[in-house]
């Protein structure tokens, strides 16, 4: 009788017992399911990682082309500036460069030497304010507002003026407008020659001709003169009342139309 009524509660036990072994199994199913689901993900994120280090090893390499690249670009430009400034240093003409504004970005050594000027005293400053303003001008005002409105340019343009501590001095202009392509700032090149010797001399050439020409003229005798390729390139005016003839007939070889071959 006792052995009878204790079989139920061993059956139960037996299929809690099964039934938990299902769960288990089923439990232990689904975790491996998972684990190999996270396993394929794992391997998916893996070759992703895979693939996006070759694309970063590519773009690093294709960076480092760009990056030597523009070092050589960035040499070739270093050099190509200390080249222009070498030859702004080295020329005998004065150089400034203007900004839009017509202040003096900088000036080169010829400048300072020509017109005994500091640069303190200039860069920074309106081409119209340095020195004792011997810059500002009326005609100077038109061609500086001609170039920053129509980009023109103007070439020999002679200004005079007599500078505190160095005299007289007569200066050849030119100017010119440009725009820089990476900072797109406009700037204005003024190069300045000093002709102030090379006007005197002229004067004083053009004085003496004129004496010579003065006083041949009133020679009473014939005179005239050839140059290296023999020939005549001035008669007096004895020899033109004498021939009756003017100087353009008889400049050259023309004179020897009036005077017998032999």
Do not use: C
């Not at 000036?107 to 030497?113: D, K, Q, W």
């Not at 004498?242 to 400049?251: H, K, L, S, Y």
């Amino acid at each position: 009788m006792l052995l009878w009524s204790a079989q139920p509660g061993k059956d139960r036990q037996v299929k809690q017992l099964q039934d938990e072994l299902h769960a288990a199994k089923e439990d232990l199913r689904s975790f491996a399911e998972e684990q190999e689901m996270t396993t394929e993900r794992l391997q998916s994120a893996n070759e992703e990682i895979i693939s996006s280090n070759e694309e970063l090893q590519s773009t690093n390499e294709e960076l480092m082309t760009i990056n030597n690249e523009l070092q050589i670009r960035n040499d070739q430009h270093a050099e190509a500036y200390e080249y222009t400034e070498g030859i702004i240093e080295t020329i005998r003409e004065a150089v400034i460069v203007l900004d839009k504004h017509l202040q003096v970005r900088r000036a080169n050594r010829s400048f300072y030497e020509i017109f005994q000027v500091r640069e303190e005293e200039t860069e920074g400053r309106l081409i119209y304010e340095i020195g004792n303003r011997q810059w500002d001008n009326p005609e100077l005002r038109k061609l500086f507002q001609d170039i920053l409105v129509n980009d023109a340019k103007f070439d020999g343009i002679e200004v005079k003026h007599d500078f505190p501590g160095i005299g007289p001095k007569i200066m050849k202009l030119n100017g010119k407008s440009i725009v820089q392509k990476v900072h797109h700032q406009q700037l204005v090149l003024l190069a300045i020659e000093d002709v102030t010797e090379q006007r005197t001399a002229e004067k004083i050439i053009r004085e003496r001709e004129a004496w010579f020409r003065n006083m041949a003229d009133n020679a009473p005798v014939m005179m005239w003169v050839s140059s290296t390729n023999k020939l005549r390139t001035f008669f007096n005016t004895t020899w033109l009342q004498f021939t009756g003839r003017t100087i353009e007939e008889e400049q050259g070889n023309g004179w020897k139309e009036n005077i017998h071959a032999d």
